[in-house]
């Protein structure tokens, strides 16, 4: 299996700090930067060496994903055990004793479980992956961990077409500012009490038709009840959609995941299924009903969509404001190990478009999106009430290139405030076909 210069540079960047005797390292890595078949290569390299290896996974059904992957990279299943953590946890003292210990999402690795096995084999090198490397909240994995690397980040991996580009909307249908928390995370039952007293399920309908109509949805929501409200609306208003959560039955599962992929089904509601690494089927929109606090759910799931594709762009719909507290997919972020210093630095780095919704850095003058020019610094994002507060009058594009008449680039102009001649020196410059009236002038601009 070929692997890409920047996941053979971080390879050999993990290698370095175990020559350097660093026992336990963090690997950092974007989202959809591939980083199982880095763990492959790493656990084939290992195996072909005899060195037992153990990989530690989040979540059951990972197991069976990850041994195709390592069988496709040649390790040799001899010498390694792939497991998920309660299981592995059980067994710890049957367990061979591993020279490697490879973690898959190591932002767990605090809690009880994975400490438990990592503190039974003292000699092993621990490697842990993620792209997040941080608590429930905040603060670094220093506590585990004495050296973070990082690979590229998700901003890097749009510009290269490992990911698609996406555009990120805000339309906050649900105030979730006075949401209480424990252990890190919103109280569920202050999450369902709000969400249902929410008129919000018309309105995602609604919304999902003016941004991502068409598009193959995944909808991440709060609750069963929840997931299955939103799965009806869209029904009600005769777009094809399911409900998916933990308890469906793995044929109905299957069955349902399967008519996803063909496009039988437009609108995929789910609780907590399609979350960390789960095979999640292809998709072009990702709708956000579940406000977290978590930083790696927030990425996880509304980076679902951004798988690349050419010519995609990904739609982002948050309507709990999870990007008031965690900001965009690809914001570039400061990592560290200490426990507790670590910041959310991207906080209030975003913005909310008024023209168009679209989330924008928050230093942007104008928005990318639309061409709205920012009048100054906005606070918290306003509640809307279960409706949109304005028609959207934007054009979809922020780069003229996307235009295909002459309309088009007379409006994205406009937007542009530029001059009239702008959109005639355009259209000579793109071969668009410029109205009659215009041609005089078009003859005088093209001699210059
Ligand atoms: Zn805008």
Not at 145 to 158: P, Y
């Amino acid at each position: 299996m070929e692997l890409r210069e920047y996941q053979n540079e971080l390879i050999n960047n993990i290698r370095n700090e175990i020559i350097k005797e660093k026992r336990t390292i963090c690997a950092v890595l974007g989202c959809g930067g591939g980083k199982s078949v880095i763990q492959g290569k790493i656990a084939q390299s290992a195996t072909q060496k005899k060195n037992e290896v153990l990989f530690i996974v989040h979540r059951k059904e990972l197991c069976r994903q990850i041994e195709n992957t390592f069988r496709k990279c040649g390790v040799d299943f001899d010498y390694c055990t792939v497991g998920m953590v309660q299981t592995l946890c059980r067994r710890v003292t049957k367990l061979k004793e591993p020279k490697l210990i490879l973690v898959d999402e190591c932002h767990h690795i605090l809690s009880n479980s994975y400490r438990k096995i990592i503190d039974s084999f003292p000699n092993a090198v621990v490697v842990g992956f993620t792209a997040t490397p941080v608590r429930m909240n905040e603060g670094g994995l220093g506590d585990v961990f004495e050296s973070l690397i990082e690979s590229v980040s998700t901003k890097w991996l749009i510009e290269n077409h490992y990911l698609a580009p996406y555009k990120y909307y805000g339309v906050d249908l649900a105030d979730t500012r006075n949401l209480h928390t424990k252990n890190g995370e919103f109280i569920p039952d202050e999450v369902e009490h709000l969400m249902a007293r929410s008129v919000i399920y018309g309105s995602t309908v609604e919304n999902w038709r003016k941004f991502a109509d068409g598009r193959q949805t995944i909808v991440y929501c709060s609750s069963i009840n929840t997931s299955k409200e939103t799965a009806q609306a869209f029904q009600e208003a005769g777009i094809t959609a399911a409900h998916l959560d933990g308890t469906t039955g793995k044929a109905e599962r299957d069955r349902t995941v399967a008519d996803f992929r063909s496009g039988k089904i437009k609108v995929l509601c789910n609780v907590d299924l399609f979350g960390e690494g789960f095979d999640v089927p292809d998709c072009e929109a990702v709708v956000l009903l579940r406000p977290t606090r978590s930083l790696a759910l927030h990425i996880q799931q509304s980076m679902r969509s951004m798988r690349y594709k050419e010519g995609k762009t990904a739609i982002i719909l948050d309507h709990v404001g999870n990007y008031t507290r965690h900001g965009l997919p690809d914001d570039e972020r400061e990592w560290t190990l200490e426990p507790k210093k670590q910041k959310m630095r991207c906080k209030s780095k975003v913005k909310t478009c008024p023209n168009c919704f679209a989330v924008v850095p928050a230093g942007e003058p104008v928005c990318p999106n639309c061409g709205y020019r920012f009048k100054e610094e906005r606070k918290a994002p306003e509640v809307i009430e279960g409706v949109m507060l304005q028609e959207i009058s934007s054009l979809p594009y922020y780069d003229y290139k996307k235009c295909r008449t002459f309309e088009e680039l007379d409006r994205f102009r406009k937007a542009k405030k530029y001059k009239f001649c702008w959109t005639i020196h355009r259209a000579l410059e793109m071969h668009i076909p410029i109205p009659d009236k215009y041609s005089k002038l078009a003859d005088r601009l093209r001699a210059g």
